[in-house]
């Protein structure tokens, strides 16, 4: 669990115990049931509180997925003996018990440091993959079996054409994700533009080429 979740439920637990005891305090020294209600129903009502938090603590303890997305680079995919595709190439590695399913997939474009473009091309920082930019062979969600691997490849077309040749010319670093159905979000490293970019624009030509040749 976070830690800061756990500041929060200990810091709910402290604070209503807190208030119990101020309550029964003041319950006693006025002895007044019609103002504060009786000791009994302001325990019951705290200890169903209470039954609530920790089973809410208890359902964010269970178990779950370890993930780690690491890119693979532009591979080049045989589709046919005499037809193959570029593409790219990312390996999603469980490293627990606990199956998964990846439901998004994306990219996140850092900027080189200039204000100007960082004021005009913002809405391009995160570019989600779409299902037909997969290979038909992953379908969303992709299933990640527990202590497993799962290779996911995408089209190199449909994320150059995403995106102009100036704002690749803008782009610092570009970072690979993708989000499980517990909604936990994991992360490749930092690649550079070039790391992932280099020699983009003639894979996509090599790839119409190939079609047009089919």
Same mark, same amino acid.
């Given at each position: 669990m976070e830690e800061w979740i756990k500041q929060v439920i200990f810091g709910m637990i402290g604070g209503l115990l807190g208030g119990l005891l101020c309550l029964i305090v003041l319950a006693s020294a006025y002895n007044n049931s019609e103002v504060f209600g009786t000791v009994a129903d302001w325990v019951s009502g705290i200890a169903t509180l209470l039954a609530v938090i920790v089973s809410? !603590?208890?359902?964010?303890?269970?178990?779950? #997925?370890?993930?780690?997305?690491?890119?693979?680079?532009?591979?080049?995919?045989?589709?046919? #003996?005499? !037809?193959? =595709? =570029? $593409?790219? =190439?990312?390996? *999603?590695?469980?490293y627990s018990s606990v199956p998964a399913e990846m439901t998004v997939f994306g990219a996140y474009l850092t900027p080189k440091n200039n204000f100007w473009w960082y004021k005009r091309r913002n809405n391009i920082q995160n570019a989600v993959f779409m299902p037909i930019e997969f $290979?038909?062979?992953?379908?969303? #969600?992709?299933? $990640? *079996?527990?202590?497993?691997?799962?290779?996911?490849?995408? !089209?190199?077309?449909?994320f150059y054409n995403s995106i102009s040749s100036s704002e690749l010319n803008d782009i610092k670093t570009i970072q690979f994700y993708c989000k499980d159905n517990f909604d936990r979000t994991y992360f490749s490293k930092k690649l550079k533009k070039t790391e992932v970019c280099a020699n983009l624009k003639s894979f996509v030509e090599q790839n119409k080429l190939m079609e047009t040749s089919e």
């Open positions: 809410l !603590y208890l359902a964010n303890r269970r178990q779950k #997925p370890s993930l780690q997305v690491k890119y693979e680079g532009i591979q080049t995919l045989l589709m046919l #003996p005499s !037809y193959a =595709k =570029k $593409v790219f =190439k990312w390996t *999603i590695l469980n $290979v038909n062979q992953n379908v969303i #969600p992709i299933e $990640v *079996i527990s202590n497993g691997t799962q290779d996911v490849l995408i !089209y190199i077309e449909f």
